[in-house]
């Protein structure tokens, strides 16, 4: 069964700390990797989509970078308004299914 | 209106109530989906409809019925739901661009969600 793992669970941080977080994937079938951003009592805010090994993209302090088996989200000097909770999720095989991890919860005090 | 909206934003309802939830997507896509979200669980997948047509209903109890009656609209119809059921319901939207098994996903637009509590 396809899986996504993400650790850590949940993040503290200070301001300007930078750090990464980790998506691990079950290989068979990736038709894109999706990282989404989730703030308390809101739906999932689309970031990034990366669909083949050793691609790469940017959006102010955040980095996304894919592997074979896993895929990163680099923030770099965290602000306080970054607090949120981090999803990765992969496209499955069948019609748009995204299989989603539990997420990181990230909080970075001032 | 922009984006995907949802509505009632919250509902508290009895068990044997019915009631339903709204979806409108405003981004011009063909496919849109239901995804519950529980506290500490990952968001799954509940349906997927392209072009008004169901095409993934993912062992969904038969007390939550879907509908879509435009490519833009997107309902759920709850009846008879249980303590456990409580939990965000999200809908989103995206544009499938056709291509066979191996097609590339494109991404979900989610909306803000409806938080249901189930007495």
């Known amino acids: 069964e396809d899986q996504v793992t993400q650790s850590p669970e949940a993040l503290r941080l200070q301001e300007g700390e930078s750090s990464s977080l980790n998506c691990s994937y079950t290989?068979?079938?990736?038709?894109?990797l999706f990282w989404y951003r989730q703030d308390p009592g809101k739906g999932p805010e689309f970031l990034f989509t990366l669909y083949s090994a050793g691609e790469e993209k940017e959006k102010e302090r955040l980095k996304a970078t894919l592997t074979k088996k896993e895929s990163f989200l680099h923030i770099t000097a965290p602000k306080p308004e970054d607090s949120a909770t981090y999803l990765c999720?992969?496209?499955?095989?069948?019609?748009?299914?995204?299989?989603f991890g539990t997420g990181t919860r990230l909080l970075v005090s001032p | 209106e922009t984006g995907v909206t949802q509505t009632p934003r919250h509902l508290v309802m009895g068990m044997t109530n019915k009631k339903s939830l709204k979806c409108e997507q405003h981004l011009g896509h063909n496919a849109m989906y239901w995804y519950k979200q529980s506290a500490k669980k990952p968001l799954e997948l509940m349906f997927v409809y392209s072009l008004e047509e169901r095409v993934e209903n993912n062992s969904v109890p038969s007390r939550f019925s879907p509908e879509c009656p435009n490519s833009s609209h997107l309902f759920l119809h709850l009846h008879t739901l249980q303590p456990e059921d409580s939990a965000l319901y999200l809908c989103a939207s995206s544009q499938f661009a056709g291509g066979g098994a191996l097609s590339s996903y494109n991404e979900q637009f989610f909306g803000p969600g409806t938080r249901l509590t189930v007495l």
């Open positions: 290989v068979s079938g990736l038709r894109g």
């Open positions: 999720a992969k496209g499955n095989t069948g019609f748009q299914k995204l299989v």
